[in-house]
């Protein structure tokens, strides 16, 4: 299957807490969309389907709003992925809890 996407990392700036490789994107196939997610049972991040998620489960899309928070009068640089927008910073680190978690500039690949 092939598979069009970013790879990103995502790092607190505060904690030092790191993901793993994370997969955004959606496959050729069956537009299956993946993206990063806070799995709220297990208090982690994952990698995530998003077609699979639903408000009754444990997984919220780090494009949910509930997963971000930037200071007053900051604007966040983001990118969207179809109908998901993914903001570079002030995202949820499951560490810390605090809103510091960034994507990792060095580590955002395309990959096919």
Known sequence: MLIMARIICLVCKDCGYRSDSIKVGST????TMYGPAFDTNHNELVQANYADISSSNSIIPYSDN???KAPSGESPEVFHWDSHEFWEKYNF??????FTLE???VLMILAD
């Not at 680190?93 to 605090?98: A, F, L, R, V």
């Open 93 to 98: 680190c499951p560490s810390c809890n605090g």
């Open 66 to 68: 509930r997963l971000r």
């Open 103 to 105: 994507i990792d500039p």
């Open 28 to 31: 050729f196939i069956d537009e």
